[in-house]
Nanobody, 118 residues
């Protein structure tokens, strides 16, 4: 059974940092792209960042470039999103997502709330 468990969300002041973790089980980590999405109240879910764990290539949406860093520990089957210089507009529920590189099969975590106060 595929499971993705996010953790690390919370309340932080603007300019602060948080590190989100996504612990995965039930599948071969190297076969997937791992991504972080977020959804703010009243807005559509948007892609924030992703990493191809097999080769380390990464992607960031423009609004988080230079502030967020995605990484993965294949041995621990865990992906991370280090978020620095947080802004109130980063407030959202953050979801971990994995997508099979060949078949496109996708799985989602349950989400973790990130709230940035001004």
């Amino acid at each position: 059974e595929v499971q993705l468990v996010e953790s690390g969300g919370g309340l932080v002041q603007a300019g602060g940092s948080l590190r989100l973790s996504c612990a995965a089980s039930g599948f071969t980590f190297d076969d997937y792209a791992i991504g972080w999405f977020r959804q703010a109240p009243g807005k559509e879910r948007e892609g924030v960042s992703c990493i191809i764990s097999s080769d380390g290539s990464t992607y960031y949406t423009e609004s988080v470039k230079g502030r967020f860093t995605i990484s993965s520990d294949n041995a621990k089957k865990t992906a991370y999103l280090q978020m620095n210089s947080l802004k109130p507009e980063d407030t959202a529920v953050y979801y971990c997502n994995v997508e099979h590189l060949a078949y496109g099969t996708r799985y989602w975590g349950q989400g973790t709330q990130v709230t940035v106060s001004s």
